[in-house]
């Protein structure tokens, strides 16, 4: 079971997920979600809260890496537990996906158009 919540601050979407990404349930509703956001210049994945993704989970990180490229938008992963992580690295063209830091996290979230503070 995937859980999501997305968080809007100006053109930054944080989609935070929590569960598994391991069926083709899951996997469509982080695609869904994604895709219904409106005009988001950059997405964040928060993937903290994430035990484990599977070929669908993964497959699904793919498209939506080549769909955001493609509408001029930036796609970031933030904070994939070890499990998740290990199964990235197995995978050469997920590689390709970005990975940031919370140092990075703060600047995009101090470079939005809403400002606020965040506990580290």
Same mark, same amino acid.
């Given at each position: 079971?995937?859980? =999501?919540?997305?968080?809007?601050?100006?053109?930054? /979407?944080?989609?935070?997920?929590?569960?598994?990404?391991?069926?083709?349930?899951?996997?469509?509703?982080?695609?869904? /979600?994604? =895709?219904?956001?409106?005009?988001?210049?950059?997405?964040?994945?928060?993937?903290?809260?994430?035990? /484990?993704?599977?070929?669908?989970?993964?497959?699904?990180?793919?498209? =939506? #890496?080549?769909?955001?490229?493609? #509408?001029?938008?930036?796609?970031?992963?933030?904070?994939?537990?070890?499990?998740?992580?290990?199964?990235?690295?197995?995978?050469?063209?997920?590689?390709?996906?970005?990975?940031?830091?919370?140092?990075?996290?703060?600047?995009?979230?101090?470079?939005?158009?809403?400002?606020?503070?965040? /506990?580290?």
């Amino acid at each position: 079971m995937l859980d =999501l919540s997305i968080t809007r601050i100006g053109e930054l /979407a944080i989609v935070e997920c929590k569960g598994r990404i391991v069926r083709s349930e899951a996997a469509f509703k982080l695609r869904k /979600a994604v =895709l219904c956001l409106v005009d988001p210049r950059i997405i964040v994945l928060d993937l903290s809260r994430v035990s /484990a993704i599977e070929g669908g989970g993964l497959g699904v990180l793919m498209f =939506l #890496h080549k769909w955001a490229g493609d #509408h001029d938008i930036q796609l970031k992963l933030f904070n994939p537990t070890e499990s998740v992580r290990d199964r990235l690295q197995l995978v050469s063209s997920i590689r390709a996906l970005k990975i940031v830091s919370v140092h990075e996290i703060r600047s995009l979230l101090a470079n939005s158009d809403c400002h606020f503070g965040i /506990a580290a």
